[in-house]
């Protein structure tokens, strides 16, 4: 499966931005998809993410009550809205799939290029 993110960019503290995650190629339904994010000189940490056919969601402790995880099954697309945001925030966020339920990005299968975030103080 092949993922492509956009929707990054720059925004003032408090601001929202709203992430998208397309997927084109084999067709999934049991997998999860993942948002994952990586500042510079950090490692890359688990945001949330979605088991595509329940919709059952899971966030980072970071970003919960802040950011929402979805998808669109006609679509196939993943979004991440992100509201309140935080100058810690600023990272480039990956989406990535994966056949298995986990929060750490060495189980993720396909990645997409990463979309920058940035979040000005």
């Known amino acids: 499966v092949q993922l492509q993110a956009s929707g990054g960019g720059l925004v003032q503290a408090g601001g929202s931005l709203r992430l998208s995650c397309a997927a084109s190629?084999?067709?999934?339904?049991?997998?999860?998809m993942g948002w994952f994010r990586q500042a510079p000189g950090k490692e890359r940490e688990f945001v949330a993410r979605i088991k595509w056919n329940y919709g059952s969601t899971y966030y980072a402790e970071h970003v919960k009550g802040r950011f929402t995880i979805s998808r669109d099954n006609a679509k196939k697309t993943m979004y991440l809205q992100m509201n309140s945001l935080k100058p810690e925030d600023t990272a480039v966020y990956y989406c990535?799939?994966?056949?298995?339920?986990?929060?750490?990005?060495?189980?993720?299968?396909?990645w997409g290029q990463g979309t920058q975030v940035t979040v000005s103080s």
């Open positions: 190629g084999r067709t999934f339904s049991s997998v999860y």
């Open positions: 990535a799939v994966s056949s298995a339920i986990a929060t750490t990005p060495l189980v993720y299968e396909s």
